[in-house]
Nanobody, 116 residues
Framework: QVQLVESGGGLVQAGGSLRLSCAASGSIFSINYMGWYRQAPGKQRELVATITTAGSTNYVNSVKGRFAISRDNSKNMVYLQMNSLKPEDTAVYYC??????????WGQGTQVTVSS
C-alpha cells in the first residue's frame, strides 16, 4: 500500500547540480529511515545516502562533501541534493523507505546522466 514517487532525474554536465525528490504515500505508520541508492551500468546497486527521522545521515565515501540528503517528515518526502556531479555519478537512482516492521519499499528509479 506504500508508493514512492521519484522526480528530478535528468541530464546534466559535469560540475553541475541536480536535486532528486521522493514522495512516499500510503499506509505509513512509522518510518525507520529513508535513503537513496544507485546502480550504474555493469555494477551492483549501492547505497548512496540514508537519513533517519531524527536527521542522522550516512553517505558512501564517494559522494561525501558533494551530496546532501534531507527529509521533510511532515510530508513524508526525502531529497538528494547532488552538487559537483561527475560522470561516474551516472546511474539509476532509487528511493527507499523502511517502515515499521522493517519492510522496505522502493521507487521505480530515476535516471541521472552526467556528461563529460
Amino acid at each position: 500500500q506504500v508508493q514512492l514517487v521519484e522526480s528530478g532525474g535528468g541530464l546534466v554536465q559535469a560540475g553541475g547540480s541536480l536535486r532528486l525528490s521522493c514522495a512516499a504515500s500510503g499506509s505509513i505508520f512509522s518510518i525507520n529511515y529513508m535513503g537513496w541508492y544507485r546502480q550504474a551500468p555493469g555494477k551492483q546497486r549501492e547505497l548512496v545516502a540514508t537519513i533517519t527521522t531524527a536527521g542522522s545521515t550516512n553517505y558512501v565515501n564517494s559522494v561525501k562533501g558533494r551530496f546532501a540528503i534531507s527529509r521533510d517528515n511532515s510530508k513524508n518526502m526525502v531529497y538528494l541534493q547532488m552538487n559537483s556531479l561527475k560522470p561516474e555519478d551516472t546511474a539509476v537512482y532509487y528511493c527507499k523507505i523502511v517502515v515499521a516492521g522493517l519492510r522496505a519499499y522502493w521507487g521505480q528509479g530515476t535516471q541521472v546522466t552526467v556528461s563529460s
